[in-house]
């Protein structure tokens, strides 16, 4: 892969990810529309969008390691970069439109109404993640980047939880998400697992071969 | 001579000062208008006789062929806002056994067959059995009553419905003194109703109130909107509208009607007791545990719209609030 090519491929994934947005806007003005929730459709499809985004960083990791396209690892930054655009935009929208900046109303839900708290961790969390996103940040803080970007893991399942907690009682589509991330968070422990175990009998070879 | 009774008999405290006399007129037209006053020809229906015990086996259609209900008594709107459109009205609905997503409903409710229809009535009453809905209906003064409607999802709209009270039906079936309580169901038939075949909610869809709430005045068992028979996604052919009670309480596609003498169970009830009271009054002071019903978005706004104060009892407080003389409106939600 030349970094013309995954140049190329990043640009790809950066327009396909603002379709919804533009969807949303184009819709917003008059081709097609909103229907008649306007303000709780656009709330919605950001957030939606969002959780999607997420829930595609974390599939990348795995796709790399089964596949072998290492490349891939390099459309991960844009992906979360666009998902945290799309939590504040749908952060945005909560606020201004439909809220209308009631501080002490949205005081009242962040503080109150469990799932306005945990969507608010999760962007609030997401900001430290989104400002060390530049290459010279992953330089600085070298292994404490790792350390600090698995934070994500923990964004994930806020934001799974955040939409599960406002449905009524269709929990289709909440546990849809919610067994992607269990995937997606299992493949993860089960290779820690594997390496953790081959890391024990290496070391037990290494004692063996040691006490010859 | 002749006798003619002299003005001076009247002691002047005794005439009724003319302000008086013009408020007493305009209660009575209220009332009237209402229908908390009866007048003569309102109890003009015939007597119900259940479908098995009918001589003719022919149904008849209740409504004209082009679903258009005309000749509509009108009743004073205590709405100053504008009615929602007729593509929002139908368009963005809650009606699960359609699917769950909102406009669901008015893509998949083609499948409902509102003719023939029956309801069956059944407990405590005298006249019991299965009734067709054209006889339900016959001798009835249809309404156009233009009431706000209020979601438990913080959402409102403004709807012209047509109907007629729900007690001037349920007087008909004659309920005995341990009629407290009325319950309702909604068809439950997989083949119609596409979104039964998932356990989302406990089907068939029921509802409940009390004696007092089913008998009040502004309850109106509904059969249209707009001046037009009711569309399937909005619960055709019958269905409650109980306009200061949270809409899910207002139960569509009547199959069932039972007098009970004790609370009847309710499907959002069965599904969270926490979230969904018997009661489900709307107010402003009592959120859902997870989100508030302070204030409410009107459905046809633009993205700019402001969400608006929610009102106590959904602004029928005057109507209603003396049902609750006794209860405590935030623990009996």
């Known amino acids: ?212 | 001579m002749m006798l003619i009774k002299r003005p001076q008999d009247i002691k002047a405290s005794e005439i009724t000062p003319e302000s008086t006399f013009r408020q007493r007129r305009m209660l009575l037209k209220t009332a009237l208008a209402m229908g908390l006053i009866k007048t003569a020809d309102s109890s003009a229906q015939e007597d119900l006789i259940p479908l098995n015990q009918k001589a003719s086996g022919n149904r008849e259609q209740p409504f004209p062929g082009d679903g258009r209900l005309s000749d509509l008594k009108s009743w004073p709107s205590a709405v100053n806002s504008e009615p929602t459109s007729f593509e929002d009205v139908t368009g963005y609905n809650n009606y699960y056994e359609f699917g769950t997503g909102k406009t669901d409903p008015a893509s998949n409710a083609h499948t409902l067959e509102p003719h023939p229809w029956t309801v069956t009535v059944e407990g405590e009453a005298e006249k019991t059995g299965t009734f067709a809905l054209e006889d339900i209906i016959k001798g009835h003064t249809l309404e156009e009553r233009i009431y706000r409607f209020r979601c438990v999802e913080a959402w409102s709209m403004v709807v012209p419905w047509v109907g007629f009270p729900l007690g001037d039906l349920l007087k008909r079936f004659k309920p005995t003194s341990q009629a407290k309580y009325v319950q309702f169901f909604t068809l439950n038939d997989s083949d119609q109703m596409p979104g039964v075949r998932y356990p989302v909610l406990r089907w068939p869809y029921r509802e409940g109130l009390t004696i007092a709430e089913a008998m009040h005045p502004l309850t109106l068992l509904t059969v249209g909107l707009y001046g037009q028979v009711l569309p399937n996604q909005n619960g055709a052919p019958l269905r409650l509208i109980v306009p200061w009670k949270y809409g899910f309480k207002s139960i569509k596609s009547i199959v069932r009607i039972r007098f009970m003498d004790e609370q009847p169970q309710t499907s959002w009830n069965m599904a969270n007791a926490r979230e969904y009271g018997f009661y489900s009054n709307v107010n402003p002071d009592a959120s859902h545990p997870r989100w508030s019903q302070a204030t409410e978005r009107v459905l046809g706004g633009s993205l700019f719209s402001a969400r608006v104060p929610t009102l106590l009892f959904n602004g029928y407080s005057e109507e209603v609030s003396s049902l609750y003389a006794n209860l405590n409106l935030v623990t009996n939600y």
């Not at chain 1, 190329?8 to 929730?37: E, F, S, Y």
């Open chain 1, 1 to 212: 892969m030349t970094r013309r090519l995954l140049g190329l491929i990043k640009a790809l994934a950066l327009l396909a990810c603002l379709i919804p947005l533009v969807h949303l806007l184009t819709r917003a003005n008059g081709l097609g529309d909103l229907g008649a929730n306007p303000v709780q459709e656009v709330l919605h499809t950001l957030g939606k969008t969002s959780l999607n985004l997420i829930l595609i960083t974390l599939v990348i990791t795995p796709l790399r390691r089964e596949t072998g396209l290492n490349w891939l690892v390099g459309l991960r930054r844009i992906l979360g970069l666009l998902g945290f655009f799309y939590v504040l935009l749908h952060a945005l929208t909560y606020i201004a439109l439909d809220q209308g900046f009631a501080w002490k109303s949205l005081f009242v839900d962040v503080t109150q109404r469990p799932y306005i708290t945990l969507g608010f961790l999760g962007l609030l969390l997401m900001v430290p993640l989104a400002l060390t996103s530049t290459n010279s940040a992953q330089r600085r803080l070298g292994r404490k980047w790792v350390k600090l970007h698995r934070l994500v893991y923990l964004i994930a399942a806020l934001g799974v939880l955040h939409f599960s907690f406002q449905v009524k009682v269709d929990i289709s589509e909440p546990i849809f998400y919610s067994i992607v991330l269990l995937l997606l968070m299992g493949y993860r422990i089960n290779a820690w697992l594997t390496r953790r175990n081959a890391m024990k009998k290496a070391m037990a070879l290494n004692r063996d071969a040691a006490n010859v």
